[in-house]
């Protein structure tokens, strides 16, 4: 075939055929790119409206973490009605999952006045998160009292979605943090600065002291499978431990009957110290995950939180001790007074 | 019969893509379990396959046979990217909604096959018509069942609850499936019905006039 029967042939008229229209269509969706392009702000605009219901002015704010239990990922101030809106990444989710959200957070008179409106924007690996509904959502509703946390287990409808749940109620109590912050409300978590805290709660956790001994209520984070437990621990002042009580069995899916027994009625904590404790991993400094332990049970995370739960008590007692006050004291303070 | 009549009543009824030809059953199955939905989708479809005819009709002169398809394709695939655009920016909570059914439309049985049964044997006007009536057929038959689906499966019409008993299987594919399944043997019996009135009536006509030849 010579290149001139190739240009007359069918298969050069194929081509052309082609290539026009691919041009033709290149340059159409090139025009309608550029004129129907949506930009980022426009992307942006629309969520807002989506959780708003209507277009509002929005004005963007410096984040900062004051909550270990979420992530503050962005926060923007709403220029029409002085609400904060605060997108939270909240952890403790199912299989250590995490659930996004977005809160409008109501301010009233310069402080937080309670939460708006809650709706989620993504999620990582939460298979339930659609048993998530209005009606849960409306448990976040309402006005604040200042100090004020979400639990799942408290003032919300049950879901089937626990561990979702609690990813949720600590996006939001993170955000509750993060705008009390900007009004210059920080609260202070006492046991920020303790030892083994990786799985414990920490807002959510309490304690009750004397000369003598320590109480602690202690609300463990979830672990993989294992949802939150609370686990009453008294030590000593010589750091034993001498009552152990769970409160609320944190196993899920009718994993509780494969705990260590010992663990369940705390057995294996009562009269060990901290050096005990963490013998029951194998003695190291740092709380290890067990393996191929007699710990692995067949709810070795829930075996785990509840070790962590004991670490953590006896590990922190000595500092929430209450120290008595001799007469020298007072002396001294009377000599400061004049 | 006027030919355009007999093009949109092909296209409406005897012929109709969703439940005569089953074709287009992928977005079908998928999207009506809401009407809104399904309404979004059958529109775009119609705005989509009436565009295709044209423009494949026009070029069908132009356009070589070995590579008619490529460039249907292409045309389509254009079209359908021109409309995502635009719910994009005008209709962002249809575009959502529709999700990968949108872009699946550039293999939608219905406007490829307009367009190689139809389009590129006519005329541009008849093309046109063609597309608008088998784009309305789509429409109403997604519509209709997008109703069905929404009411009994989520107690709701195009969002607004209206009731609070549902059948929740039928707001998922499953059920969307054999809410399909009826209404195709629904509208085969009514065509079915007004086919054999036609021909009782056909055949009375013809034998009155042998009679009256008979006499």
Sequence with gaps: MTVKEFFKGKAFKCIIALLCVLLISGIF????????????????????????????????????????????????????????????TGKGGFDNGTVTCWIVVKVNKGAVGGIEKVVIDSNSGQ???????????????????????????EGFIKTGATRSATAICNAVNAALDYVNALFGNVTVDIYEDCSYIENIDTRNTSHEATEEQVTFHIKTKGYGNAAEFSIDVTVDKNGVITAYAITTDGSTA??????????????????????????????????????????????????????????FAAANYEQFLTVEETPDDNEEGGNENE | MNKYKKITLDGLIYQNPTFMLVLGTCPTLGLISSAFSSMGMGLTVLVILTLSNVIISLLRKLIPDAVRIPCYIVIIATLVTFARMFLDKFLPD???????????????????????????????????????????GFTVALTVMGIICEFFGKGSLFGYEIMTFKIGMLAKPAGAFLVYGICIAVFVYIIDGFERMRRVKANKLARENLLKEAA
């Design chain 1, 29 to 88: 969706l090139t025009i309608m790119n550029s004129l129907l392009a949506v930009t980022d702000q426009e992307r942006f605009d629309r969520a807002i409206k989506k959780i708003y219901g209507k277009a509002v002015k929005t004005e963007a704010v410096a984040v900062a973490d004051y909550n270990s239990n979420a992530t503050i990922e962005e926060a923007y101030k709403i220029k029409d009605d002085g609400n904060y809106l605060v997108k939270a």
């Design chain 1, 127 to 153: 298979s339930y998160i659609s048993y998530i509904n209005d009606k849960f959502m409306a448990g976040f509703y309402g006005d604040y009292t200042a100090g004020q946390y979400f639990n799942p287990n």
């Design chain 1, 254 to 311: 009718g994993y509780g009957k494969n705990m260590h027994p010992a663990i369940k009625d705390g057995t294996m904590f009562v009269g060990k110290n901290l050096e005990g404790v963490l013998g029951i991993l194998g003695g190291g400094v740092d709380l290890d995950y067990p393996s191929g332990s007699d710990i692995n049970t067949g709810a070795t995370q829930s075996n785990y939180l509840c070790i962590n739960a004991a670490a």
């Design chain 2, 94 to 136: 249809l575009y959502e909604s529709l999700g990968g059914f949108l872009a699946l439309i550039v293999v939608n049985c219905i406007i490829l096959g307009r367009a190689e049964a139809f389009a590129n044997k006519h005329t541009v006007a008849e093309s046109a018509v063609d597309g608008i009536a088998n784009g309305l």
